[in-house]
């Protein structure tokens, strides 16, 4: 699948409205079809209690720390890719506490250019995440089967006196016989027994 024919969300918090128009301008509505603008950390904060986007990105005020702060919650709370914006005398000093949550940092003033590169890698970033994410929850399904399955396999060796081979060997053939999944049919022996 091309990265063309995925659509992300996006926060920006920034109090520059011409900023915001780049922003605007840049991101095309049919890749980036949610684009919300908040001047405000406060009310992002609000939306971010009950919303979470692919890319957040920060704009600083003069005062840098209030943006930093805001970013580290931002990727603790959520899965997003963050992009902090601060001035590039604040870099050095920002890059610090920031890097080691893997969060974007550019130092301004920057071209339309840069920040066009950044959000691309931005991105791969998002696309590399959810790849992954993908593949702990495909982890985290085939361990909660193999629970359920010992589960399963124990009650029948403790009721129905059966070897854990044997155990083992019928769930296998229930499922086959069935054209159902082992977990189906562990689940089906569990409430047996209960």
Not at 35 to 44: D, E, G, I, Q, R
Not at 110 to 126: D, E, F, G, H, N
Request: proline share 2%; charged share 25%.
């Amino acid at each position: 699948m091309s990265l063309k024919e995925h659509t992300y969300s996006v926060l920006i918090l920034s109090s520059s409205e011409s900023f915001n128009a780049i922003l605007d301008n840049i991101l095309p509505q049919d890749t980036y079809p949610e684009k919300h603008f908040f001047s405000s950390f406060a009310n992002a904060e609000k939306v971010l209690e009950v919303k979470s986007y692919d890319f957040i990105i920060i704009n600083t005020p003069s005062q840098a720390n209030v943006g930093i702060r805001f970013a580290l919650n931002a990727c603790k709370r959520n899965n997003s890719i963050v992009l902090l914006l601060v001035k590039s005398e604040d870099y050095a000093e920002t890059y610090d506490k920031v890097a080691e949550q893997g969060i974007f940092l550019l130092g301004k003033p920057l071209s339309k250019q840069t920040l066009l590169a950044t959000i691309s890698c931005m991105v791969s970033a998002k696309e590399r995440m959810r790849a992954l994410t993908n593949k702990v929850h495909l982890v985290e399904e085939l361990f909660a089967e193999i629970r359920l399955t010992n589960k399963a396999k124990w009650l029948l060796i403790g009721k129905e006196g059966m070897t854990e081979q044997e155990a083992h060997h019928y769930i296998e053939r229930q499922a086959m016989d069935s054209c159902t999944s082992r977990k189906k049919i562990a689940l089906e022996i569990i409430s047996r027994y209960k």
